[in-house]
Nanobody, 122 residues
Framework: QVQLVESGGGLVQTGGSLRLSCAAS????????MGWFRQAPKKEREFVAR??????YYADSVKGRFTISRDNAPNTVYLQMNSLKPEDTAVYYC?????????????????WGQGTQVTVSS
């Protein structure tokens, strides 16, 4: 019933910026935790950022460069990505948890988007 659609990915040079969006539709819980994950080729899907209420958490690799935020009407989650590096290249996935607690693990989320490609060139 819940659908998540990511957008905003693309090709940028090192040091550039992108803003990813995740639009949620269908039934959803109020104040559920939302997260961003990414998966590079031959790599496991890894945690990037999450937001629960007004608390935000980030992976060490993106702290100081990425910012997660959200709107509730409509339910949209954003990931502002600054100072991008080639190692940020991956497919980025939006995820929604079943509660407001959130998690750094993929198992803590019930719904996933299709992903949007982010490529950072040197």
């Amino acid at each position: 019933q819940v659908q998540l659609v990511e957008s905003g990915g693309g090709l940028v040079q090192t040091g550039g910026s992108l803003r990813l969006s995740c639009a949620a539709s269908g039934r959803t819980f109020s104040n559920v935790a939302m997260g961003w994950f990414r998966q590079a080729p031959k790599k496991e899907r890894e945690f990037v950022a999450r937001i629960s209420w007004s608390t935000r958490y980030y992976a060490d690799s993106v702290k100081g460069r990425f910012t997660i935020s959200r709107d509730n009407a409509p339910n949209t989650v954003y990931l502002q990505m600054n100072s991008l590096k080639p190692e940020d290249t991956a497919v980025y996935y939006c995820a929604a948890a079943g509660s407001s607690h959130g998690s750094d693990s993929t198992s803590g989320y019930d719904y996933w988007g299709q992903g949007t490609q982010v490529t950072v060139s040197s």
